[in-house]
């Protein structure tokens, strides 16, 4: 009788793990300057770019022509959440399809220079926002779509 409940606990449960997507290789970065971290998928950016002389942040690319920008940067300005969100689509060149305001938050998205872009603010302390810019090409949106969530989710600082 055992072996008739184990099997039927065993099935199930092997075809979920058969059915869940393989984990990758995780990048955790932390920028030294801002205590800016973000966790992505390593395989997905195989280059890493130079570093800016202010040591505000880190950007990745990929052969594919994707590029995962992570930064830190003093909130000079003093903007709100809402404030920021304006300044960013007043600035031009991109098509915003969804924005989403929070209170210590700021999400957009949309597409700049053929390219979908997912845009992510997080107020932090001491007047710091901590951000990603992900751009990524439509062809490659079954890639990075699924991916959005957790790396976002990952994004913080103090």
């Not at 060149?93 to 997080?122: A, C, H, K, M, P």
């Not at 090409?137 to 976002?152: C, N």
Request: charged share 20%.
């Amino acid at each position: 009788m055992p072996s008739i409940l184990l099997r039927r606990i065993s099935i199930p449960l092997l075809a979920a793990l058969a059915a869940a997507p393989a984990l990758a290789d995780t990048l955790t970065y932390r920028n030294s300057r801002f205590g800016t971290t973000i966790t992505f998928p390593a395989e997905l950016f195989e280059q890493r770019m130079e570093p800016p002389a202010n040591g505000d942040g880190m950007t990745w690319t990929s052969a594919g022509g994707a590029s995962l920008a992570v930064y830190g940067a003093n909130n000079a300005l003093r903007l709100d959440p809402e404030e920021l969100a304006n300044q960013v689509a007043a600035g031009g060149g991109v098509e915003i399809t969804y924005r989403r305001v929070g209170s210590n938050w700021v999400v957009l998205s949309g597409f700049e220079d053929g390219l979908i872009f997912y845009q992510r603010f997080e107020f932090g302390a001491d007047d710091v926002i901590h951000g990603l810019l992900l751009k990524y090409p439509e062809a490659q949106r079954s890639i990075f779509d699924p991916l959005i969530a957790d790396i976002a989710g990952s994004l913080g600082g103090p």
